[in-house]
């Protein structure tokens, strides 16, 4: 079926480093996510994106966050400058429209700040 | 929030046995989506059934929606060891414009071989 590649599966840093994660989501499709999971727990929703924009955005997705998609390449989601609880596992999500559209999700990029 | 209280859920059932997990929301949605999420991966969805439904099946999965006390179960018949995983429900609200999806807590379910 459809995948999303998220790159790299884990990332080590240290806090107050900028960490950018990497997302190939599936090809035809036009809305982007980024959800946030500590070890195990819920599934946060930090932002969606379309057509280039934000389209909304939680309490999570601080000042520090940043995404984009520039030229119909990665979906990258940004964080400078990491702070500690910044450590989970985040993952990428897209769907090809709205409504009830399934998300499809990637297997996550493990997140851990020093 | 867009749930009710509630707590992680664990369940260990012995495979072949049947099991029922529920969830609750809050805020009112059009649809219920099931997700699976097995250690180490990402969500899958696994069934959708719609406000206007009230029980919808797909092999050995059955859901059910009660959109006046606002919950929705998830069934699976016959369990396979492969079924251990995390069951998470998920809403969205008539408000999101980009189909942001809210997560539940989540069931953990345990099949023992």
């Known amino acids: 079926g459809p995948k999303v590649l998220q790159i790299p599966s884990h990332q080590i840093i240290d806090m107050g480093q900028m960490v950018t994660l990497n997302c190939d989501p599936v090809?035809?499709?036009?809305?982007f996510y980024w959800y946030k999971q500590i070890l195990g727990q819920q599934m946060e929703f930090l932002v969606n994106?379309?057509?280039?924009?934000?389209?909304?955005k939680s309490k999570l997705f601080k000042d520090q966050f940043s995404v984009e998609r520039p030229d119909g390449s990665y979906f990258t989601l940004k964080i400078q400058p990491t702070a500690l609880e910044d450590s989970a596992v985040y993952f990428c999500a897209s769907s090809f429209g709205t409504g009830d559209e399934r998300l499809f999700f990637g297997h996550g990029t493990k997140l851990s700040v020093l | 929030s867009q749930w009710g209280e509630e707590n992680l859920q664990a369940l260990s059932i012995q495979e072949g046995e049947d099991v029922t997990m529920n969830c609750s929301y809050k805020t009112y949605t059009t649809v219920v989506q099931w997700y699976r999420q097995k250690s180490g991966k990402g969500p899958a969805q696994l069934i959708l059934?719609?406000?206007?439904?009230r029980e919808k099946r797909s092999g050995r999965l059955r859901a059910t929606l009660d959109t006046s006390s606002q919950s929705s179960s998830l069934s699976i018949t016959g369990t396979l060891a492969t079924d251990t995983a995390v069951y998470f429900c998920?809403?969205?609200?008539?408000?999101?414009?980009?189909?942001?999806?809210?997560f539940g807590i989540g069931t953990r379910v345990l099949v023992r071989p």
């Open positions: 090809s035809n499709h036009l809305y």
């Open positions: 994106f379309y057509n280039g924009k934000v389209m909304e």
């Open positions: 998920a809403t969205r609200g008539t408000n999101s414009a980009g189909n942001k999806l809210t």
């Open positions: 059934i719609r406000s206007n439904e």
